[in-house]
């Protein structure tokens, strides 16, 4: 992302009622190009999907927000072993400037992923977005994990759904604390949580 977006680094209790709107509008129009179930759950002004992030990296510019991505510290547990990251998700970038900055937008956060204490950072994106997810990776500052189906619970009860979900997505995980050979190996994350 260029050298024109300046970053707001904050605390989700730090976000004031214009703040919401504005990322409200944000995703409504980021995520609603891909479907419009994909932005119903930003309407009336939500500014997150499924579990509620508890750090946010906005990037704005002289358009308005230019980019977003939400962090929350959680256990999962891959395989048999239970472990700390830092989810990523709630990623979005206005159309006008995809393809500059996935791995910008992480490193912007990397000095705060430290300050956390955390291990991995852990996200998931849906298949369509491989490409997306392999361009960042090959940047060295994260892997794809292969084989991984990922369980979560559904952000809402559904009386005619049942309340967890096994996805088939793109798993990627980025090294903080330890090296990517110390990730544990298994053929099932549980979120034990809705994704971020």
Same mark, same amino acid.
């Not at 119903?40 to 999907?49: I, M, Q, S, V």
């Not at 358009?63 to 547990?77: D, E, N, T, V, Y």
């Not at 852990?122 to 994990?145: P, Y």
């Given at each position: ?9 904050? @605390? ?13 509008? #944000? #995703?409504?129009? =980021?995520?609603?190009?891909? !479907? ?10 939500? =500014? @997150? ?14 358009? !308005?927000?230019?980019?977003? *991505?939400?962090?929350?510290?959680? #256990? ?15 990623? !979005? $970038? ?23 204490? %955390? ?25 794809? %994990?292969?084989? %991984?189906?990922?369980?979560? =619970?559904?952000?809402? *009860? ?5 309340? =967890?979900?096994?996805?088939? $997505? *793109?798993?990627? $995980?980025?090294? *903080? ?5 110390? @990730? ?13």
């Amino acid at each position: 992302m260029g050298s024109d977006v300046r970053w707001k680094l904050c @605390w989700e209790n730090e976000l004031q009622l214009a703040d919401h709107v504005e990322l409200s509008d #944000f #995703f409504l129009k =980021t995520y609603g190009r891909h !479907g419009a179930f994909l932005a119903k759950p930003f309407e009336g002004g939500r =500014t @997150w999907a499924g579990a509620r992030p508890e750090f946010r990296a906005i990037g704005y510019d002289a358009h !308005g927000i230019a980019a977003h *991505i939400g962090i929350l510290r959680r #256990f999962i547990k891959v395989g048999e072993v239970d472990l700390l990251v830092a989810e990523i998700g709630l990623y !979005g $970038v206005r159309p006008d400037l995809e393809g500059l900055g996935i791995s910008f937008s992480l490193s912007v956060v990397y000095p705060l992923l430290q300050r956390m204490g %955390v291990p991995f950072v852990f996200g998931t994106v849906r298949q369509a977005m491989r490409n997306h997810v392999e361009r960042f990776c090959r940047g060295g500052l994260a892997s794809i %994990v292969s084989g %991984v189906e990922v369980r979560s =619970t559904l952000a809402n *009860i559904h009386p005619d759904l049942p309340p =967890t979900r096994v996805e088939d $997505v *793109i798993v990627f $995980v980025a090294p *903080i604390g330890r090296s990517m050979d110390e @990730w544990p190996s298994g053929t099932l994350i549980d979120r034990n949580g809705p994704e971020l």
